[in-house]
């Protein structure tokens, strides 16, 4: 093993990509999260944050609770619960797996106030806040009241994919060979929307490239904005649009054909990723229009487009506009299948949703489950696969599994993990060797459930993480073969001889596949899957940017090329799924912070949309552009496919030779795609 990979143990980036969250050191300190506050007398605070973290700076999500008591130097000042100020409290516990806690103030005098939450054994977290104003005259204090009922549901963001509209021409074709019929172009129904004037939009003409402040925040744009698709598919691209005023953006789509704006405010990095990178200002989250208001600003320099066309669209040539740019759609006679080609897998913790978005960790799961329901929509969206977003792991009943438990709150497993499901689930969670797991009447149950649903077909059981003891892991593989020959098993760990034959998945990092001194005849673990980590960018510590090592990465402060070349990467190397770690691992403090194991957005690749914050009147997921990236890679992989079949030959063997030289020109995928697009449509 390289010096690398034991600095990977060490600060605990274990891909536990099913069901348990990475591994920390011991916690070691406490860190508020959230902004100093300035609020008035008597008036309750938004909520503040603190995070446990171990002595590198990660969040420390272990398996013990952490009890943490307030103080403060102003006799007037109090720590509450729940957001109305009426539960006082004087201390609050981390719970097991989790590392932040949620709190409220409110202070009857002026003057700035020393906050100190302080835990046994690490370093107390210090913030002082502003309190101004008039103190406010004395009152009756309030008794305690109970803890508040939680919130009845969750609305999720509308999802960027289109449902289809019915129609009576609307045939896909069957294969992708088949010659489109001649068509027209196709004049659009009138727009219910009109433009108020002055809306001037120009189109990237450097497809889902973002604007990056190596190149000062410029893109080149056209006054012209010309796309091919085929039915099923997103592009996205970035359009820059000049206002007048906060108004809504004139659209006058056809039928079938549906455009998703965003707005793209920055997030701010203070230590760059990779050796030379820049820190400051950076384009990633995308904030649904339609969800906060429905306007375009003066201040929105940018904002991002999805267009997708369903399947109901016949082909041929649509002409419509966004603003005043004029968009020349051109549909193929293809259909991208609902499924992905190749799978790409990225956990999504659920029990981290709840306090991302300011909800109490012990919130029903009537308000939970919608919730997580709408981060998986999110995530198959974009053609990933989402993994760990269970609420409860399913128990035996009888002879099979109870899939349906929370069944009444839209909270089962069937429900948020097989229901709509792009690719075979993870049954089963990862634990360390050492530590109790699945048995084998589990596993027996697990086998008659697989044999009967067909929801569970290929379903993989994620047996351990990164193993050191390999013979363990070999007993543990074994137990799985006996007792559910149906599951598939997975590991993440590179063949070895002890382990051929029990394992179906193995599943190495990009740096290991066929190099020097690591396993190299793959003939002998035909079912092999690839994952990132923090190894691509060269540090998993924080604070010491190194060299890029070459391999696929998901930061944010990096070109999106690297997202789209994160599934292609891996379908090149002939592996049968891409992995990453996490989606949600700094969620709580995504807007604010993301930089973890060396890399700013490392695990992490969505924003919390906080019912009442930055324009949102309900709780949902925000996508990032790194995810919009790993779609288009996604669909490049169906193109592939789809020429294989039709016997053509494609670029990509010679845009991608290995996981160090692949190409990192977006315009050569793009060439790719509509290269066999055109051959396929003709």
Not at 147 to 162: C, L
Not at 287 to 310: L, Y
Not at 439 to 462: F, R, V
Request: hydrophobic share 35%; proline share 9%.
């Amino acid at each position: 093993m390289t010096k690398t990979a034991t600095l990977v143990s060490l600060v605990g980036f274990a891909l536990f990509a099913c069901e348990a969250p990475a591994l920390a050191d011991p916690p070691s300190q406490l860190r508020f999260t959230t902004a100093v506050k300035t609020l008035a007398p008597g008036t309750c605070s938004s909520v503040a944050t603190v995070e446990r973290l171990d002595k590198w700076n990660n969040p420390a999500a272990v398996s013990y609770p952490s009890s943490l008591t307030f103080s403060s130097d102003s006799p007037g000042l109090k720590f509450y619960s729940n957001s109305s100020c009426t539960t006082a409290i004087t201390s609050l516990t981390i719970g097991t797996w989790y590392y932040v806690g949620n709190f409220y103030v409110k202070s009857t005098t002026s003057g700035p106030v020393t906050l100190t939450v302080a835990s046994s054994g690490m370093t107390s977290a210090k913030q002082t806040e502003t309190i101004t104003g008039t103190t406010p005259s004395p009152s009756p204090t309030p008794s305690p009241s109970p803890k508040p009922s939680p919130s009845p549901s969750v609305t999720p963001s509308p999802s960027p994919s289109v449902k289809p509209s019915p129609s009576p021409s609307a045939t896909p074709s069957p294969s992708p060979s088949v010659k489109p019929s001649p068509s027209p172009t196709i004049t659009p129904s009138p727009s219910p929307t009109t433009p108020t004037g002055g809306q001037k939009v120009l189109a990237s003409s450097e497809g889902i490239e973002k604007p990056t402040p190596e190149r000062g925040f410029k893109l080149n744009m056209n006054s012209q904005l010309n796309l091919s698709l085929s039915r099923n598919e997103t592009t996205g691209t970035v359009l820059g649009v000049t206002v007048p005023s906060c108004q809504a953006l004139a659209v006058n789509a056809p039928a079938g054909v549906t455009v998703s704006l965003y707005r793209m405010p920055q997030v701010t990095t203070s230590t760059a990723t990779f050796r030379g990178g820049i820190t400051g200002p950076h384009y990633d989250p995308l904030i649904p229009v339609a969800a906060t208001g429905g306007t375009v600003c003066a201040a929105d320099k940018f904002v991002w487009a999805d267009i997708s066309v369903s399947s109901s669209v016949a082909p041929g040539l649509y002409d419509f506009t966004i603003g005043d740019l004029p968009v020349s759609l051109t549909v193929w006679n293809l259909t991208i299948p609902a499924k992905s080609a190749m799978p790409v897998y990225i956990q999504v913790e659920a029990y981290k949703l709840l306090s991302a978005h300011g909800l109490s960790s012990s919130s029903n799961v009537s308000v939970e489950a919608p919730l997580v329901q709408a981060y998986a929509d999110a995530m198959r969206a974009h053609r990933i696969e989402p993994i760990e977003h269970r609420i409860v792991d399913p128990a035996a009943s009888g002879s099979t599994m109870n899939l349906d438990n929370f069944s009444a709150y839209g909270g089962s497993f069937r429900e948020l993990v097989m229901n709509g499901a792009t690719a075979p689930v993870c049954a089963i969670a990862p634990t360390n060797i050492s530590s109790g797991w699945s048995s084998a009447a589990t596993l027996q149950a697990w086998e008659n459930s697989i044999k009967a649903e067909a929801g569970l077909k290929d379903a993989w059981a994620y047996i351990t993480d990164e193993p050191s003891d390999i013979a363990g892991t070999a007993t543990r593989a074994q137990l799985v073969k006996t007792n559910a020959p149906s599951m598939k098993v997975m590991v993440t760990h590179e063949p070895t001889a002890a382990l051929i034959g029990k394992i179906d998945h193995f599943t190495p990092v990009f740096e290991y596949f066929k190099v020097s001194g690591h396993w190299s005849d793959y003939s002998q673990a035909p079912g092999y899957w690839l994952y990132g980590s923090c190894m691509s960018h060269g540090n998993c510590g924080n604070g010491n940017p190194a060299n890029l090592t070459g391999t696929p990465d998901l930061m944010l402060d990096e070109s999106d090329v690297y997202g789209r070349a994160f599934p292609l990467v891996a379908y090149s190397l002939g592996a049968g799924a891409a992995l990453y770690y996490d989606a949600t691992y700094s969620l709580g403090s995504a807007w604010t912070n993301q930089y973890y194991f060396g890399g700013n957005g490392d695990g992490n690749l969505l924003y919390p949309g906080v019912s009442g914050q930055r324009g949102f009147t309900s709780n949902q997921p925000v996508s990032s552009i790194r995810m919009k990236a790993i779609r288009q890679g996604q669909y490049d992989i169906e193109y592939v496919k789809m020429a294989k079949a039709a016997g053509l030959s494609t670029a990509l063997s010679t845009l991608v030779p290995d996981q160090f030289k692949w190409s990192r020109n977006n315009s050569d995928y793009q060439a790719m795609h509509d290269s066999i697009g055109n051959s396929l449509s003709h």
